[in-house]
């Protein structure tokens, strides 16, 4: 059984800096992805690495996100720094075996229960 499960999210006031985990089981040779939705709007990619260490970015996180995993713990990673208030969201990690987009979510099977950021101006 795939599980996946976030830790890492709190409140940060906008510039301030939070580091996302997602530790994963019973799986290997996936990719993974953080995928986040604020209210009322679409579950949107953040960013995703896949197993050759390949990331991938949406626009709107390029320089202030980084994706990583360490495959020794099977732990997906996303350091966030220099937050904005429209970064407020639920963040979910996401695996599977992914041939295309690596940011969209169609395609993944497995998903967390999501961690909660918020940030304030």
């Known amino acids: 059984v795939v599980q996946l499960a976030e830790s890492g999210g709190g409140s940060v006031q906008a510039g301030g800096s939070l580091r996302l985990s997602c530790a994963a089981s019973?799986?290997?040779?996936?990719?993974m992805a953080w995928f986040r939705q604020a209210p009322g709007k679409e579950r949107e990619g953040v960013a995703a690495i896949n197993t050759y260490g390949y990331t991938e970015y949406a626009d709107s996180v390029k320089g202030r996100f980084t994706v990583s995993k360490d495959n020794a713990k099977n732990t997906l990673y996303l350091q966030m720094s220099s937050l904005k208030p429209e970064d407020t969201a639920m963040y979910y990690c996401?695996?599977?075996?992914?041939?295309?987009?690596?940011?969209?979510?169609?395609?993944?099977?497995?998903w967390g229960q999501g961690t909660q950021v918020t940030v304030s101006s």
């Open positions: 996401a695996a599977d075996w992914i041939a295309g987009n690596l940011i969209s979510p169609r395609g993944y099977r497995y």
């Open positions: 019973g799986y290997n040779d996936y990719s």
